[in-house]
């Protein structure tokens, strides 16, 4: 990728500040974040800031920005005099995370359900159909994602859908690698679960729709923990830089 020239109005120019500077931080803040949530950036990876800075035509500030606004979506490590580096767990901290999640999540879901539309209801129908179909894990990951936030976008307790957003931007890498472990009956059961919400979803039945998506997660949890290996890969001697990510868009 060539250096973007750089003008006195351009927006990730050194020394830029104000809503220019915030919109420099956010484009990169979104680069790195689908690099990450796509899985080209993995856990324990070290991202070069004077690097990502060179390759994406912006100042350092813009991409230190960047780095804390990702840090408070629980993706980024930063810190001081040292660097920065993709968010990683091990089996122990992944497991807490889940079992958080198992509480956090059926929350969510009750306050959402009086409050979903019709036509959010439908959309879930949909994406569930189109998760069926597929067998490709991003596209996958991605549909059950939109999916899953789907249901929790009538809570109207912006700290707890907060940290449902943080809670699976951290726990991306492990469900794809449980996605990748799953065979024909492990995918036929997750069709199966979902099938269960959305049908007590559309009950407004909140109790069935807590207790499946509890079980929903705490299975997903279960079969992680059967597999430490996971958790145990090392990736913290690979470096990034923006050039690693362009596919990510």
């Excluded at 009750?110 to 994406?127: F, K, M, N, R, Y």
């Excluded at 997903?220 to 690979?238: A, I, K």
Aim: proline residues 3%.
């Amino acid at each position: 990728m060539s250096r973007k020239p750089t003008t006195e109005s351009d927006t990730s120019s050194p020394g830029a500040s104000g809503p220019s500077a915030a919109v420099a931080s956010q484009r990169v803040a979104d680069h790195l974040r689908a690099a990450i949530l796509n899985g080209e950036l993995r856990p324990g990876a070290r991202i070069m800031q004077e690097q990502v800075a060179a390759q994406l035509g912006a100042s350092r500030l813009p991409v230190r920005e960047a780095l804390r606004i990702l840090a408070a979506e629980g993706l980024t490590v930063v810190k001081s005099n040292s660097g920065a580096w993709v968010s990683r767990m091990d089996m122990a901290e992944c497991e807490g995370v889940y079992k958080i999640r198992e509480r956090l999540e059926p929350l969510a879901l009750g306050e959402s359900i009086p409050h979903l539309s019709a036509d959010q209801v439908a959309e879930l129908e949909t994406i569930a159909r189109q998760i069926e179909l597929t067998t490709d894990v991003d596209r996958f990951l991605a549909l059950d994602r939109r999916l899953h936030l789907l249901t929790y976008a009538g809570c109207r307790v912006a700290q707890i859908t907060a940290m449902v957003d943080r809670f699976w931007n951290t726990t991306q890498h492990y469900r794809r690698a449980f996605a990748r472990l799953a065979g024909d009956s492990g995918w036929e059961l997750i069709h199966a679960e979902h099938r269960l919400i959305i049908e007590a979803i559309k009950r407004a039945d909140t109790v069935d729709a807590e207790r499946f998506l509890t079980g929903h997660i705490r299975r997903t949890r279960l079969e992680l923990t059967q597999h430490p290996e996971l958790f145990t890969e090392d990736d913290h001697d690979t470096d990034y830089t923006a050039d690693a990510a362009d596919s990510a868009g």
